[in-house]
């Protein structure tokens, strides 16, 4: 399967823990999203990279929040000291950057259910 | 800022029947838009995107949708569902003349739609 990949699909963590989630994008794909859902919500844009690079981050990370792309290949996503509120699906995409109107494409997300 | 408003929680039709999702949106500028569905425990899969020319886009598994300027809309439809559409449909947008830079798209909330046999 050459499509988005996330990793792990589920997981269930203390509060207060750290927590990483994996990405690996569509390989030719030079631009990474994450995105994060909650239950009865549309996806909510988080931050993403060109390349290596990270572009933009939205208000909602917080700074527990960091995203990484060391490669500009995969990227992680790491919470710290996680709290209930942060329990929700988090859904990374990838594009090629040619157009402005690539669509991207999404992985099946990790479910993060905090406890 | 950029908004989608996706005003049914739910759609339901029978098998057999055209379906339509309704979407509108605000934007400024003139907007790229996609719809994509979310089936249980999946992520989202791209269905069709409108972003110049011809207002009727059609797309994947016999979708399509109409872009109307005027009423700021971009209604999902099908002539003839199928069981298997039952899933969950969020149209999003993004501006066209800010696409080369940060600005990333903006979902709706998402309509459940529920195909009875």
């Known amino acids: 399967d050459t499509g988005v990949s996330q990793n792990p699909r589920h997981k269930i963590t203390k509060r207060g823990q750290n927590v990483t989630f994996r990405c690996d994008p569509i390989s030719e794909h030079n631009r990474l999203y994450w995105y994060r859902q909650t239950l009865g919500q549309g996806p909510e844009f988080l931050t993403y990279?060109?390349?290596?690079?990270?572009?933009?981050k939205s208000r909602l990370l917080s700074d527990r929040f960091s995203a990484e792309r060391p490669k500009g290949s995969f990227s992680t996503l790491e919470i710290q000291r996680t709290e209930q509120g942060d329990s929700a699906m988090y859904l990374c995409?990838?594009?090629?950057?040619?157009?402005?109107?690539?669509?991207?494409?999404f992985g099946q997300g990790t479910r993060l259910t905090v406890v | 800022a950029q908004s989608v408003a996706q005003p049914e929680d739910q759609v339901n039709v029978a098998e057999g029947n055209p379906l339509t999702v309704k979407c509108t949106y605000s934007?400024?500028?003139?907007?790229?838009l996609f719809w994509y569905v979310q089936y249980p425990n999946r992520g989202l899969q791209f269905l069709l995107k409108?972003?110049?020319?011809?207002?009727l886009v059609k797309g994947s598994y016999g979708f399509e949708a109409e872009f109307n300027k005027s009423q700021t809309s971009f209604h999902l439809k099908k002539p003839s569902a199928l069981v298997s559409d039952s899933a969950l449909y969020f149209c999003a947008v993004r501006p066209s003349h800010l696409a080369g830079s940060a600005r990333q798209l903006t979902f709706g909330s998402g309509t459940q739609l529920t195909v009875l046999p």
């Open positions: 934007v400024s500028g003139n907007p790229y």
């Open positions: 995409a990838s594009s090629l950057f040619e157009t402005s109107n690539t669509e991207a494409f």
């Open positions: 409108y972003i110049t020319g011809d207002n």
């Open positions: 990279f060109q390349n290596e690079a990270q572009l933009e």
